[in-house]
C-alpha cells in the first residue's frame, strides 16, 4: 500500500495527501479514491 500511495503521490499529490478524505467520501472523488486504492 505504501508503495502505491508514494507512486500515486508522485503523480497526484493532492489525491495522495487526500487520500484519507477520499476514502471517508468516495463520492467526492471516485476517480482518486480508486487510484489510491490499489
Known amino acids: ?3 502505491t500511495t508514494k507512486k500515486v503521490t508522485k503523480s497526484r499529490r493532492v489525491k495522495g495527501r ?3 478524505a477520499t476514502a471517508a467520501s468516495p ?3 471516485t476517480s482518486g479514491s480508486e487510484e489510491t486504492k490499489d
Open 1 to 3: 500500500m505504501a508503495t
Open 18 to 20: 487526500s487520500k484519507d
Open 27 to 29: 463520492g467526492h472523488d
